[in-house]
């Protein structure tokens, strides 16, 4: 059964700090990870996908990295800034097409 | 396409009482999910339909849970007799097979609900 671990459980940031979330999974079987965005009381907004055959995937001020076969994913965010604070989730895809979570990580980026 | 539409967004009821959680996903997606999100557990799968099929129902914490696919652009959640313990935050999500590793999940907004 797949697992899914998301290190840390909480950060708090300095506007301006550049940071790096860690996922890591038990399976590398996978077809893709992907990394979602939460705001409190909101739904789960999709950031970047990396396919397995993939190594990064870079959106504005994200990237995300992939090592399938260590099972480690990391969402980098450079520049942080207030509106960046959030749940940070991954998700990872096998061939059943269903999401596998990990737990987030909450991030505060204060001014 | 609008894309996944749950409703209600927030449903209180009472203990014992039947609610049903409805969701229309993206038109051309043939797998959809359910998803249960609380702070003790996180998000956690219920049950995924293909094809309007159910597939996988071991999420299902009880028979008090029931899901049903009557066509491709509809689903619903029921609970009957709710219980406090419900509470929580219900996801429909919605993605294709055919995208192959470009699979990509689209969840809806969620439904909040509160059994008192």
């Known amino acids: 059964k797949q697992e899914v671990t998301q290190i840390p459980a909480a950060l708090s940031v300095p506007e301006g700090e550049n940071l790096v979330l860690n996922c890591s999974f038990t399976?590398?079987?996978?077809?893709?990870l992907q990394w979602f965005r939460q705001d409190p009381g909101k739904g789960l907004t999709s950031l970047l996908l990396i396919q397995s055959s993939q190594r990064e995937q870079t959106s504005g001020r994200l990237n995300a990295s992939l090592d399938k076969s260590s099972g480690r994913s990391t969402l980098y965010i450079a520049a942080s800034q207030p509106g960046d604070s959030a749940t940070y989730l991954c998700a990872v895809t096998g061939g059943s097409y269903i999401p596998t979570f990990g737990r987030g990580t909450s991030l505060i980026v204060h001014p | 396409d609008a894309g996944v539409i749950q409703s209600p967004r927030h449903e209180v009821t009472e203990m014992g009482q039947e609610v049903t959680l409805r969701c229309k996903p993206i038109s051309g997606h043939d797998y959809l999910f359910w998803y249960r999100q609380t702070m003790m557990r996180g998000l956690e799968l219920l049950i995924y339909?293909?094809?309007?099929?159910?597939?996988?129902d071991s999420g299902m914490p009880e028979d008090r849970f029931s899901a049903k696919m009557p066509n491709a652009s509809f689903s619903t959640l029921k609970i009957q007799p709710s219980e406090p313990r419900d509470s929580a935050v219900y996801f429909c999500?919605?993605?294709?097979?055919?995208?192959?590793?470009?699979?990509?999940?689209?969840f809806g907004q969620g439904t909040r609900l509160t059994v008192v």
């Open positions: 999500a919605s993605t294709t097979g055919a995208g192959g590793m470009n699979t990509e999940a689209f």
């Open positions: 339909f293909n094809n309007n099929v159910p597939i996988d």
């Open positions: 399976d590398s079987a996978i077809y893709n």
